[in-house]
């Protein structure tokens, strides 16, 4: 990531960043906040894995220019360096659940991302 853009200091940061990011159109934020071989769910069933699917996959997201708004972040539930986060999407759109994990320089980036659950 580059040394301007913040970085999630705390597995919970990732839920805000996003909402961020993806308002800004900013798709190369959007994958900074994953590990390269991370796998993302989406909305048809399929899942695409790595940082070219994943960009890709936000290319396409963001060309349609959603608006995204924070939701109600859960604490996120840690064992060790993995920390399982969620967030409740806002008007009962339903929920998140993914995983991430500390780098070694102490900011998380996600693995696991299944962006809404129900």
Known sequence: ???SRDVAREPEDLSCLFVERANAGDVAGLVALYE???VLATP???EVRGEAEIHR?????????PRFAA?????????????????????GA?????????????????VLDRPNVT
């Open 1 to 3: 990531m580059s040394g």
């Open 94 to 110: 339903g929920a998140t659940a993914e995983v991430a994990r500390r780098q070694p320089d102490g900011t998380w980036r996600w």
């Open 44 to 46: 048809d069933g399929g």
């Open 57 to 65: 996959f936000y290319s396409d997201l963001v060309a349609s220019a």
């Open 36 to 38: 390269p071989d991370a």
């Open 71 to 91: 939701g109600a972040q859960h604490p996120a539930l840690r064992l060790g360096e993995l920390a399982l986060t969620a967030t409740r999407l806002p008007g």
